[in-house]
Every structure is written in structure tokens, then in C-alpha cells.
């Protein structure tokens, strides 16, 4: 079992980083400013129109509004001293400053002019640049078949220039359209071909490029120990080059790979790198993205309110930059957070917010995925109409987009575009006088090329339609049955979702517990199917909190079913009849479950029951009262040597409901707690999985060690380590059971 880095080992080492990545951040600002400076002070427009362009470059992804200045500037000046290549990395320049702020049509109009100027001038180095743009930009928005077209029309220019680094970066771009288009055995092959050109310039970014591109391919396998050791490979490079840009970028891969592994510790320590350089070299669009990761982070260990901060800080920024995209997404980011952390009232605030913007979203896959937050919302909120809804769109949505890219051949057409650049093609394989002969020619060549791609339409468009019509009639033939079993399915698997997002509700964590623990506990929660039978149920009478851990007959949809029956009983001894000594409480819900269950006198419905763990902490006098069904209450304590304990409060030894008798008394015990006991409530899912070498049950005897190895701990990284443990133990077994762990620790 490995074990898992010391965060205290691991800031050390990201704070001797950062003190080198700092001094390569000073240095790129200082270039910065001294080209300002050196603007100022020259005369000529030749070389202002160089340093105007170098400035736009450097600045379009940190300053993209100072980058359009600049790039303007430089377009001016270029036009005034009818200088047309300068004129056309102008128009380049304005379209990666509109590239960067989102604005994916006003950059293709600018990449487009870029491309007319490189047509007319027949320089290919103009021209294979605005194809591998466009090819971003329809990457951006989702239009993949037309990027990869792109790329591969900028990689063909750029094999016959023998310009390598160019090439490289052809290859890495069209391994990246691959990536997005799920075709990741076409991605491998560009990514390696690149790295098997560039083998002996293993100092260039395209190398490190290439080696972040298999890092990516990797993360979408989801193997993200392979992913991490490419991205490891770039963050070392970048940090050797003071290349900011790429450090950033090989940070927060390192830390979203890390996040998935559940190694919150280390991810942390990567975001928190990324955002300190970003703030050094003033890229708040970046630092947005890092303050959303990590929210992530104490999303999914359930320090919802750190989320909440983190996700308002980002807001805060896209606002202030009016990216309009990118604010959709972190409002809706904020409303969960708030909802999941009880706050309705923001939680809706926002929510509506952020649908204000969602028009502004241009790029589909996005648009889908902000549709599936937006129904994750409503159904926090439990309207589970409007969530079905956005789910509906999303589907639709995402329908029409597969049907986009299946049709590949229709992205062929756009090789008619190349009927009027072809001349600069052939024009890169000639010498002088071939050039010459050719520009006598082109006109000619220009027609015939029109009438032969039009007749290669025609055909491409005939054996379309025919398999078309092909494709129709076998579909009919079978839609009938496909409909039949689709709809059965839809009705399970809709039924099975709306079943856990009812779920989901009852056991959402009110916002009472956390003020009042203030966040010194933790809840390990692992469901072995979509809904579950295992639950926890927290409740605030006058000053008292009940905190119960309960199991139900079974798992999976009938187990969710007697965990919404067992949660309805409790509130009712509690809300209703005002009972909150846990023996009273228990006493009730007994004769509650027996009632209910046994009106059709069944045996199977005599058997359903549940064990339960259930105490009521009094945190003014840090006294506990417990009572339990099968189910104990463990109590991690200091004896008075100094040494810790682990205390068990026994349960008695009947279930609830079953066959367990309705005038069943269940034994009260009072406890005493100290400052920084910790108390446990658990189910049997995890001493009953089945894993190690021998693949056997965990056990109750390992899970006491376990508990008491990590009692010093705090509450959220007990949580990690008893999650860790579990999976290391589980390994690739099935989960036989759900499973439920409840730590609170006495403040």
C-alpha cells in the first residue's frame, strides 16, 4: 500500500519551486517592459511595427484587450507603409487577442484576412499559420471534423517547407483534434511522429507540446498516474525554459490528475503554485480557472464553504473581465456549491445569474456541459421538472453534434477552399523561373481545378445520399424493436435517477451542522449502487444535535426505499413527537417500522428492518447519549497515561423493525467527552468488503486499528486515509456492500 506524500514535505518543495520559477517570471517581465520602453523611443515604423507585434503576441492570453491595442496599432502602420506581411501577422495578432478573450468569430474574420493577404502574396508560412488558427477556432467550437481538416492543410504546407518546429507543431495540433474527437490511437501517432522529428531539440516548447498532448491523452483514458508522469516531464522543461505560459498550463494538469487520484493534498499544492505565478504575471483568467479547481477540491471533501470562497473569487474575476462564457459557468459553479452547502436563497441567486449568460456560450460541448450543471441545480432544489428539462437539452444538444461529426465527408468539401491556395502549394516545391512559369498559368489552372472539385461534390455527394437511403431503410426495419427496449430503459433508468436525487435531498448536510461543528467532522459516504440503503440523518433540537448512521435491508433501489421510510420515522419521533433520548427515539421508529411494513402480513415484509447508530450530542456540556440497533458507537479518547484509547458503546442486539418484537427496549448509555474525543458511527460495508492479497473480508478488527492509527488526525484527512484505505483494499473487486463512516471530533 502506498503511502500518501506529507503535505508539510510537499509545500516545502512547491515553495523552493516557486523561488525558482519567480526569478524566470521577473525576467519575462522585464523583457516585457523594456520592449515598451524601446517602443517609445524609436522612430521608424519598420521597427516599431516589429516590437508592436512582439508586444501583441506576448500579451494576448494575459492582456488581451492591451494585445488588440497593439495589434491595431501595428496593422496601421503596416497598411500605411503597404508592408503586406506585416499586415497579415497584424491580422494574425488581432485574431489570437480575440481567440483568447472567447471571441471565436470576430478571431476567425481576422484569421480569415490573414489568410488573404498570405493567398495574395503567396507566402506559405502566412498561410499555413491562419489554417492551423482556423483549425483552433472550429477545435473551439466544437466543429472538430472542420479543425482537424485545418490542421492537416497547415501540416501538409508545412512538410513540404522541411521547417520543423512548424511541423511539430502540426503534428501536435492535429494530435490535440484528435484527442477532442476521441480518437486517441490517431492522437498517439501525431504526438510521437512530432517527437520523432524534434528528437535532437529536445530544448523547444513544440517538444514539451508534445509530451503535454500524450499527458492529455492518457487523462482522457482516465490513467492518470501515466498522464502525470508526461505532465512531470513538462512541468521540469518549462521550469528549465521561465517559460510561464506552459508552467502554468503543466501545473494545473498536474493538480486536476492529482484531484482525480483523491491526492487532495498534492493537488492543492500545484493550484496554489499556479495561482502565485499567475499573479506575478497579472493573468487573471488564469487565475479564475486555478481558484475554480481548487473549490473543486473542497467540494469533493466536503468543506463546502472554502468552495464557496473560491468559487466567488472566481466570479469575481470573469466579471471584472467581462468573459461573459466563462461567467456562466462559474455562477452556476456557485449556486451548487451553495446548494449542497443548504443556502437555497444564493443558491437560486445565482443559479439565475448564470442563466442569463448561457446564450453567450458559443463553443456546444460547453453549452452541454453547462446544461447538465444547470439540471444538477434545479434538482438540488429538488424541481425536478425544470432539471429534466435541461437534461433534455443537453441530450439534444449533444445528439445534434454527434450527428455533425459523423458526417466527416461533408468537412471534405471544404478542400474546394484549397482550389484557389493550391497555386501557393505548388509554388513552395518550385524554384524562380518554375514560380514565374506558373503565374503565367494560374488563371487556367484555377478554372480547371473549380470544375473538378465541383464534379468530385457532385460525386461525394451522390454516394452520400445512396448510403443514406441504405442506412434509412435498415433503420425503419429495426426502429420498432430499438424503441420498444429503449423506452423500458429510459423508464428504469429515470425512475432509478429521480430515486436518487430524492435521496440526494434528504440526505443533503444542513447548514446548521457545519456552523455548529464547524467543520470537525467528516461523513464517508460510498453507495454501492446509484441509490443506497445505507443513510445518515442529522437533526437539531434546541440545542441538541442527533446524528444517526443507519442500514437497511438490503441496497440499490429497495435499500434507498427503506432509507427515505427510516429518515421519515425519525423526523416524525423527533419533529412530531418530540423525542430526542435516542433509546425513546429508537423505541419509536421500531413500532413505526412494524406497523407500516406488516399491513400485508407478508414474511418478506416482516423482514425488513434496519440497524442503526444513532447518538444525541448535548455540545454545550459535551455530553452524548446513545442508543444503537446492532450498531455500536466508538469513542477515540485519551486515557489517563496520556494514551489513546478506543472506547466501544455497545448496541443492543436487535434490529429495527424485522422480526424484532414492537414493545423492544433499546439500552440508553451516557458518555462524558473530552476535548478532541473523537466519536464514530459506522454501517458494516466497509468490515465486510473483500480485498488484499487473500481477498478476504477487511474486518471489524482491522478497521479498529485503522480508526485508531489515524484518531490525531484532522477530520477531513481521516476521511482521505479511510477512502484510500478502502479502495487500496478493494482494489478491482466488486463493492459488495454500501458503505457509511461518521467521525465527529469534541472541539
Known amino acids: 500500500m502506498q503511502k500518501k506524500p506529507k503535505t508539510f514535505a510537499l509545500r516545502l518543495i512547491g515553495i523552493f519551486y516557486f523561488i525558482l520559477i519567480i526569478q524566470g ?16 523611443k524609436t522612430k521608424q515604423d519598420t521597427s516599431k511595427i516589429k516590437i508592436l507585434l512582439s508586444l501583441s503576441f506576448s500579451l494576448r492570453a494575459t492582456e488581451s484587450d492591451k494585445a488588440l491595442e497593439y495589434a491595431n496599432t501595428a496593422l496601421r502602420l503596416s497598411q500605411k507603409n503597404l508592408n503586406k506581411k506585416t499586415e497579415a501577422k497584424a491580422f494574425n495578432n488581432i485574431g489570437l487577442a480575440y481567440f483568447y478573450k472567447s471571441n471565436y468569430d470576430s478571431a476567425q474574420i481576422y484569421y480569415g484576412d490573414a489568410l488573404k493577404i498570405g493567398i495574395e502574396i503567396s507566402d506559405s508560412s502566412i498561410i499555413s499559420l491562419s489554417y492551423s488558427q482556423m483549425g483552433n477556432v472550429y477545435k473551439a467550437l466544437s466543429n472538430v471534423p472542420l479543425s482537424i481538416e485545418y490542421h492537416k492543410k497547415a501540416l501538409r504546407i508545412r512538410e513540404h517547407t522541411k521547417d520543423t518546429i512548424l511541423t511539430v507543431q502540426s503534428y501536435s495540433n492535429l494530435g490535440n483534434a484528435y484527442v477532442r474527437n476521441n480518437q486517441y490511437e490517431l492522437a ?10 524534434i528528437k535532437t531539440k529536445k530544448e523547444t516548447p513544440e517538444y514539451a507540446n508534445a509530451l503535454g498532448g500524450i499527458g492529455n491523452v492518457f487523462l482522457y483514458q482516465k490513467n492518470y498516474k501515466k498522464a502525470i508522469e508526461y505532465f512531470s516531464q513538462c512541468y521540469s522543461f518549462y521550469k528549465e525554459q521561465n517559460d510561464m505560459r506552459g508552467l502554468n498550463t503543466a501545473l494545473l494538469n498536474l493538480g486536476d490528475c492529482y484531484k482525480l487520484l483523491k491526492n487532495y493534498d498534492t493537488a492543492l499544492v500545484y493550484l496554489q503554485q499556479a495561482i502565485k505565478i499567475n499573479e ?71 443559479l439565475n445569474e448564470g442563466l442569463v449568460y448561457i446564450e453567450s456560450i458559443k463553443n456546444k460541448e460547453v ?77 487556367q489552372n484555377v478554372i480547371f481545378s473549380l470544375l473538378g472539385g465541383a ?23 429495426l426502429s420498432d424493436a430499438y424503441k420498444q427496449i429503449n423506452e423500458k430503459n429510459k423508464n428504469i433508468s429515470d425512475s432509478i435517477q429521480y430515486a436518487k436525487n430524492i435521496q440526494n435531498a434528504l440526505l443533503r448536510i444542513p447548514r446548521y451542522f457545519d456552523e455548529q461543528l464547524k467543520g470537525n467532522y467528516f461523513i464517508l459516504y460510498k453507495p454501492k449502487d446509484v441509490v443506497s440503503g445505507d443513510f445518515y440523518w442529522i437533526e437539531q433540537y434546541d440545542k441538541l444535535l442527533l446524528v444517526a448512521a443507519a442500514d437497511c435491508t438490503g441496497h440499490g433501489v429497495p435499500g434507498s426505499l427503506m432509507s427515505m421510510l427510516g429518515i421519515e420515522k425519525l423526523k416524525q419521533a423527533v419533529r412530531e413527537k418530540g423525542f430526542t433520548k435516542p433509546d425513546d427515539v429508537l423505541s419509536f421508529v421500531n413500532r413505526s417500522f412494524k406497523e407500516t411494513l406488516s399491513i400485508n402480513g407478508t414474511e418478506a415484509a416482516l423482514r425488513d428492518g434496519m ?11 459535551n455530553i452524548v447519549h446513545f442508543a444503537g440497533a446492532n450498531r455500536p458507537m466508538w469513542v477515540s479518547t485519551t486515557n489517563e497515561n496520556g494514551e489513546k484509547t478506543l472506547q466501544i458503546i455497545n448496541a443492543t442486539k436487535a434490529a429495527i423493525g424485522g422480526f424484532t418484537d414492537e414493545t423492544q427496549q433499546f439500552q ?68 459488495v456492500d454500501d458503505v457509511l463512516i461518521i467521525g465527529i471530533k469534541i472541539a
Open 611 to 621: 440497524d442503526i447508530a444513532l447518538c444525541c450530542i448535548d455540545l454545550s456540556n
Open 280 to 350: 506575478k504575471i497579472k493573468n487573471k483568467q488564469k487565475i479564475a480557472e486555478s481558484y475554480l479547481s481548487i473549490g473543486s477540491v473542497y467540494e469533493e471533501t466536503n468543506h463546502f464553504r472554502t468552495a464557496v470562497e473560491y468559487s466567488q473569487k472566481a466570479v469575481d474575476i470573469y466579471k471584472e473581465l467581462a468573459l461573459k462564457p466563462e461567467l456562466a459557468r462559474a455562477l452556476l459553479d456557485l449556486a451548487q456549491k451553495f446548494l449542497k452547502l443548504g443556502d437555497d436563497l444564493n443558491g437560486r441567486i445565482y
Open 455 to 477: 464534379l468530385l461534390i457532385i460525386l461525394l455527394v451522390f454516394f452520400i445520399l445512396r448510403g443514406y437511403r441504405k442506412t434509412k431503410r435498415v433503420n425503419v426495419a
Open 367 to 443: 453549452i452541454i456541459s453547462t446544461y447538465q450543471q444547470v439540471a444538477q441545480c434545479y434538482s438540488l432544489l429538488d424541481d425536478n421538472f425544470k432539471a429534466y428539462h435541461y437534461l433534455q437539452k443537453a441530450s439534444e444538444l449533444q445528439d445534434s453534434l454527434f450527428t455533425a461529426n459523423s458526417i466527416q465527408a461533408i468537412a471534405q468539401m471544404q478542400s474546394a477552399f484549397d482550389l484557389k491556395s493550391k497555386e501557393n502549394e505548388i509554388e513552395l516545391l518550385n524554384k524562380g523561373k518554375e514560380i514565374s512559369d506558373y503565374k503565367i498559368s494560374r488563371q
Open 25 to 40: 517570471i521577473s525576467a519575462k517581465n522585464v523583457n516585457t517592459d523594456s520592449l515598451v520602453i524601446e517602443l517609445a
Open 188 to 197: 498517439m501517432k501525431n504526438f510521437f511522429k512530432g517527437l520523432e522529428l
Open 668 to 735: 440508553s448509555h451516557t458518555y462524558s467527552c473530552k476535548k478532541d474525543d473523537n466519536i464514530y458511527l459506522f454501517t458494516d460495508g466497509f468490515t465486510d468488503q473483500f480485498g488484499g492479497d487473500k481477498n478476504k473480508k477487511y474486518n471489524i478488527k482491522h478497521f479498529r486499528e485503522l480508526l485508531s492509527s489515524f484518531s490525531d488526525l484532522s477530520m477531513d484527512k481521516q476521511k482521505q486515509r479511510a477512502e484510500a484505505v478502502f479502495n487500496d483494499w478493494k482494489a478491482n473487486n466488486e463493492q
